[in-house]
C-alpha cells in the first residue's frame, strides 16, 4: 500500500508547511497551471478593492468541504465576498489514504484538516457552519440548512443562508446500482444526514454493505474485520461458519476497490495473523469486478500486473460477473457470459463501485429541469445549467462541452468578416486561437491526428485543389469528426480540486475580468467571454494509477503493523526513517517501471 | 496535565519494550516486591510441572481486562492451567490518561494494548473471547457469555465456559448514587454491554451526563466538546444559549474529575479558542465537588495547590454543595448548609464521582449471600468469601481483614503451647511474626503508636509491675485498639494492578506452596497458611496524586496542541523532543516539591 507514501508526501507538505502550501497544490492538486495564474494578481491589490467594495460584500455560500470545496477555500484571496461554508464535516479529509486508514497503516488523524486551519486568513472573511444542507432554493437564492446535534445541545436546528453566489461542492454518495439489499435507502439518507456524527453505527445496523467515503467509514471498516476475527474465535462458531465470517468481500475495480483489497490481504495475512493464529489461515479476500474494469482505470500493463499479482497473494479476482443481491450473509453473482448465479456467503462486503447522486443534488436538479441526470450539467466555466449564479464542480457536477457543430455556421461567419460566404485559410488566423480555447476537444483531436496545427487540418480537406478557398461544406467536412474526442473528466480528487482552484482564481478576479474579458470570443454573442473556459491541467488519471499501483506492487510491504487488533484500530505513528525509506522505495520503483516520468 | 507523562514514560516501558515489561511492572504497577518475588521460582520449573500436570489441566476463566486482570494475565507464568479469558474489550487501557485523551493532548492509541499481545507467551494456553460475562454459575462452576456482534456477522451470540478457578476482575461502573436524570439505567446497562461496540452512541443518545471509563468514552467526551463549540457558533443560536451550551461541568472531586477539569481548561482556552475565535471567550470550566474531596485524596498542600490554580484559571470550583437532578440543559444542586437550590444550565456534564456495583457483579453477589454489600467481600488471598475456587480482584472486590479481637482467644491459645492460662514475652517470640503478617493491621498500629515491636506493646500494659507474666485480660487489652487501623485499600489502578501480579504469582506456586506452606499460622486451624496474605505494597494514593498534581501545576502547558477542532479528535503524533522535555519538567518539578521520593 505504500502509494499511500506518494500522497502523505505531498498531504505533509500540503498540511504542515502553510509556506509550501502552494507548490504542494501545484504536485498534488491543481496541475500548477492555475496557481502560477492565481498570483497573477497581487494580493495588495484584493486589500484594495476590498476597501472600495465592503460597502456592497457579495455573500458567497459554499456547500462542502471535500476535494472541491476545500480547495476553492484555500484558493480565494479576494476579501470583498463575504463566505459561509455549509458542511456536515468542519475537517477536510485527504480520501486517497481512506484504504490505508481502513487498516491502520496510516492515522485517521494523518489525513485530516480542520476548515478552520484551512480558511484562517488574513484579511478574509469566512465563517464555517456544520451543517447539512436540507434544499437549495435557486429562486429566492437561499439554502436551508439543518445542523444535527446531540440531544442534550438542544437537537436539531434548522436555518438559511442567503447567497449571490453558491458553490456547490457536496459531492457523490457511493453507486449501489440499486442492488437490491445493498443498503437500505431510509437508513443509508440517514447516514449521510449523520455522516459527521458516531451515530453512523445506528444505520450500518441497517445496512450489508460497507462504503468508503468518509474518514468514519474507513474506522468503522477497520473495527468491523477486527470483529470478524473475533468473532470467528467464538467457541460455539462452527468450521463453516468460521469460513464465512472470515471471507471478505470487496465489490468493485476502481482505484479504492484495487487498493483497499490489497491492503485489507495484507492486514489479515500479516497483522491479524498474529494474533489470531488459530483463524487466519481460513481467511480469504475476494476481489469482486462488475468487468475488467480496471482495463478502463489504468493504462494496461498495470491491470496486467494488478491481476497476476492479486492471483500470486491468493486474493480470489472476479471479473466478467454482477453483482445482483446481497442479502446479511450472502451475495449473489450472475456470470455476464453464462447468466448463471452464483451466490458466495461473506463475513464482511465492501462496496466500492463509483459514484451515485446525493438526494440533495437530485431534488436541486429536478428543480432546475436536470432531473433526468446523474450529476449537475455545469457550463466550461462551472456555472450550473440554467441558473448563472451557481457553481458546481467536483463529483456531484459534471462539464457540458459545447459541441464545435452546433456552433459551426456561427464560428465560420465570426471568421468570415466580410460575409462572403467563403474563406481563405488568412482569414482564420484571427480566430483560430479562440476556437481552440473554446473547443478544447479540436486540439485533442489534432493531436490525435497529429496535425500540425488548424490550418493543416483543413489543408487536408482541400484534396489535391491548391485553391485556397474554403467554404461552409468543407469547413463541416473537416470539423466533423472533431466532437468524438469529447470526453467527461473523471470524477477524481485531481479534477475537484483543480476546478476548486480554478473557480476561486475567477472569484478572485471578477472584477478586473468584468473590465478586461481574458477568455475566447463568443462565437453566438458578441465580445469575449470573461474568464477562460475551464481545463484539466493534467489529462487522465496519473494520480489514481500511482495509488493503485502502489497498492499492488507493495502488497507485502509495510512500514509498521504492530498493535493492530485492538478495536479502535490504529497502528503505532509511523517513524520518521520509514516515511524517508518509504519515498526512496516509491521514487526508485517508479523509475524501474518507467513510470518515473510523473 | 503533563501529569500524563509521568504514566507514558511507564507506560512506554510497560508496551514498547516487552524486555523492560518487569521493570515497568516494577515502577507503575505492582510495587516491585511481588514481581521479584514472582521470580523466585525458575520458568523451567513450571514446564516440569506441565508435564506431569498436563493431563489434569486446570481451567481458569478471567472475567475482564482491565488492571486487574491485565496485570494477571501479564504475571502467570505456569503452563499448567487452561486460560480462557473473557472480556468485551479486546484491548487493556491504561485508564489514567484517559483524561488527556479526551482532549487530544495524548491518542487513544497511545494508550492500550491488545490482549493478545500480552497473553502471548512461549508455552502458556490462553484463549481470548470478546464477550460479556452475563452470569456467574458457582454452583455448577460454569460462566455463561454473550458476545455481540454487528447483526451482518450473525447477531448476539450465547456460549457458557466451565472453570475450575474463576478470577473475577470485571471492575465497576461510574457511580451516580441514583441521581435522577444522570443516565437512565436500561441504556446505562445498554452501555456497560456493548461497551466495545461504537454502539455507545446509541446508549448516550438517552443519557445527560458523559463517564469516563472507556476510551471511547473519552473519545465521545472530545466529540462533545467540539460539537458544543459548533453548535455555538450556528448563526441561530442566542447569546444566552450560547453561554449554556459552553458552560463544561466537571462533577467529582477525584483525581480524575480534577485532571479532566483542568484538562478541558486547557483545551478550551487555548486550542479552541484558536479555532472559534467568536465564541471561546464565552465559555466557561466548572468543577462541582459534592465535598471538599481533593481533601479525601490528596495531600493539604496539593489540595489548596489545586483549589487556588482553579480560582486563578478561572475554573469556577464549588464544593460543598450536591447534585440532586441532572436534566438534558440544566444541572441541580443543593447546597449543604444553606439547603438552597441552586439551578445552573450546560453544555456538557461530565460526571466522574467513584465508582458502583455492575449489574452482573451484583446479581452475582445476591447468589453467595452478599447482595447486601457494595462490593464483593474477599479474605486476604482475594479468595471470594463463601466460595472457595473464585478469587475477585480490583475494583469489584475489597478485602474484608480479619478482626485480631475475633480471633483474640485462638492467638492466645497458640502462642500459650502448655495451655498454663498465662504467657511469658518468651512464649510470644514464635508467633509475633505470624500474628503481624496476618494481621497486617497490628504493624501499622505499632508505627502509629511508634513501639519498636510487639513485645514492647505488651509491656505498655503491664504497668510497673516487673512480672514477665501475661494474661488474656492483659493480652485483650494491648490489643483492644489495633483493629481501629484497618483500612480499605482505596479502588485504584495501581492497587488492582498489584492485586492480578499477586494472584498470578499465586497461581504459578500453586503445587509448590501446597507442599511447603509459606503463609502465616492458622491461629482458628492447624497448619499453615499456603500462600502470605496480600499486601499493598504502596500505601497511600501516590499516583493519583501524581497523576492529580501533574493535571494541575501544568495547567496552560502542552506539549503540542494543534489540529484540534475537527471531529475525530485526535492532535498530531507528539514529538520525541517535546516528551523528553516534558519528562525532565516532571522530574524537576517534582522535585521541587519534595515529591521526588517516589
Redesign the interface.
Known amino acids: 500500500m505504500s502509494g499511500y507514501t506518494f500522497y502523505r508526501r505531498a498531504y505533509r507538505a500540503f498540511n504542515d508547511y502553510p509556506s509550501l502550501t502552494k507548490l504542494a497544490l501545484v504536485f498534488t492538486v491543481s496541475g500548477g497551471g492555475l496557481v502560477a495564474y492565481s498570483d497573477a494578481r497581487p494580493f495588495g491589490g484584493a486589500y484594495a478593492d476590498a476597501i472600495q467594495a465592503d460597502h456592497k460584500k457579495k455573500k458567497v455560500v459554499v456547500l462542502g468541504t471535500g476535494w472541491a470545496g476545500t480547495s476553492f477555500l484555500k484558493n480565494l484571496k479576494d476579501p470583498s465576498y463575504e463566505v459561509q461554508v455549509v458542511s456536515p464535516?468542519?475537517?477536510f479529509a485527504f480520501t486517497p489514504l481512506l484504504p490505508s486508514v481502513t487498516v491502520g497503516t496510516v492515522?485517521?488523524?494523518s489525513v485530516?484538516?480542520?476548515?478552520?486551519?484551512i480558511v484562517?486568513k488574513k484579511g478574509l472573511d469566512v465563517?464555517?457552519?456544520?451543517?447539512e444542507c436540507l434544499n437549495i432554493d435557486a429562486v429566492n437564492k437561499k439554502v436551508h440548512c439543518r445542523?444535527s446535534?446531540?440531544?442534550?445541545?438542544?437537537g436539531e436546528?434548522?436555518?438559511t443562508?442567503d447567497y449571490d453566489y453558491l458553490v456547490v461542492a457536496m459531492g457523490a454518495r457511493a453507486n449501489t446500482f440499486n442492488t437490491p439489499g445493498v443498503v437500505e435507502n431510509a437508513h443509508f439518507l440517514k447516514v449521510s444526514l449523520v455522516s459527521?456524527?458516531?451515530?453512523?453505527?445506528?444505520a450500518?445496523?441497517h445496512?450489508?454493505a460497507f462504503f468508503m467515503q468518509e474518514?468514519?467509514d474507513a474506522?468503522?471498516i477497520r473495527?468491523?474485520v477486527?470483529?470478524?476475527f473475533?468473532?470467528a474465535?467464538?467457541?460455539?462458531?462452527s468450521e463453516e461458519?468460521k469460513k464465512r465470517?472470515l471471507h471478505f468481500v470487496v465489490v468493485g475495480g476502481g482505484p479504492t476497490g484495487v487498493e483497499f483489497a490489497a491492503e485489507l490481504h495484507d492486514f489479515v495475512t500479516e497483522d491479524l495473523a498474529k494474533?489470531?493464529l488459530c483463524t487466519a489461515s481460513g481467511s480469504r479476500v475476494n476481489s469482486h469486478q462488475r468487468s475488467r474494469t480496471t482495463r478502463f482505470w489504468f493504462d494496461k500493463r498495470i491491470t496486467a500486473f494488478a491481476e497476476e499479482k492479486f492471483q500470486r497473494d491468493g486474493i480470489d479476482l472476479k471479473t466478467g460477473s454482477m453483482v445482483v443481491k446481497v442479502t446479511?450473509?450472502e451475495i449473489s453473482t450472475k456470470e455476464r457470459a453464462t447468466g448463471e448465479n452464483r451466490s458466495i456467503p461473506y463475513?464482511?462486503v465492501v462496496w466500492s463501485t463509483g459514484i451515485g447522486t446525493r438526494p440533495v443534488v437530485m431534488d436541486f436538479m429536478k428543480q432546475i429541469g436536470q432531473g433526468n441526470r446523474r450529476v449537475l450539467a455545469t457550463d466550461e466555466w462551472l456555472r450550473v445549467e440554467g441558473c448563472d449564479s451557481i457553481y458546481a464542480l467536483g463529483d456531484c457536477a459534471t462539464i457540458n462541452q459545447r459541441k464545435v457543430m452546433e456552433d459551426i455556421m456561427a464560428i465560420f461567419s465570426k471568421a468570415d468578416k466580410i460575409q462572403s460566404g467563403t474563406l481563405t485559410v488568412a482569414d482564420f488566423k484571427d480566430v483560430i486561437n479562440d476556437i481552440c480555447e473554446r473547443y478544447p476537444q479540436v486540439e485533442i483531436y489534432l493531436k490525435e491526428k497529429q496535425l500540425k496545427n488548424f490550418v493543416e487540418l483543413l489543408k487536408n480537406y482541400q484534396g489535391n485543389a491548391q485553391k485556397e478557398i474554403i467554404d461552409i461544406e468543407l469547413f463541416k467536412a473537416a470539423l466533423s469528426e472533431v466532437d468524438t474526442q469529447m470526453k467527461n473528466l473523471p470524477a477524481t480528487a485531481q479534477v475537484a480540486a483543480q476546478q476548486g482552484a480554478y473557480l476561486a482564481n475567477c472569484f478572485n478576479r471578477m472584477e478586473a475580468c468584468e473590465k478586461n474579458p481574458e477568455g475566447p470570443l463568443r462565437f453566438r454573442g458578441s465580445g469575449r467571454h470573461r474568464f477562460r473556459p475551464f481545463r484539466n491541467l493534467m489529462p487522465g488519471n496519473l494520480m489514481a494509477e500511482v495509488q493503485a499501483f502502489w497498492a499492488i506492487c507493495s502488497t507485502g510491504w509495510r512500514t509498521n503493523s504492530s498493535?493492530?487488533?485492538?478495536?479502535?484500530g490504529?497502528?503505532?505513528?509511523q517513524h520518521p526513517v520509514a516515511l524517508v525509506f518509504s519515498l526512496c522505495k516509491q521514487t526508485s520503483q517508479l523509475a524501474h517501471t518507467g513510470a518515473g516520468d510523473i
Open positions: 464535516r468542519n475537517y492515522e485517521a488523524r485530516v484538516e480542520p476548515v478552520r486551519n484562517k465563517k464555517f457552519r456544520e451543517a445542523s446535534q446531540d440531544t442534550n445541545l438542544g436546528e434548522n436555518f443562508v459527521s456524527k458516531n451515530w453512523l453505527c445506528v450500518t445496523l445496512e450489508n474518514v468514519e474506522q468503522r473495527r468491523t477486527i470483529d470478524c473475533e468473532r474465535t467464538l467457541p460455539t462458531i461458519e465470517i494474533h489470531y446479511d450473509k463475513g464482511m498493535s493492530t487488533s485492538w478495536r479502535l490504529f497502528n503505532r505513528p
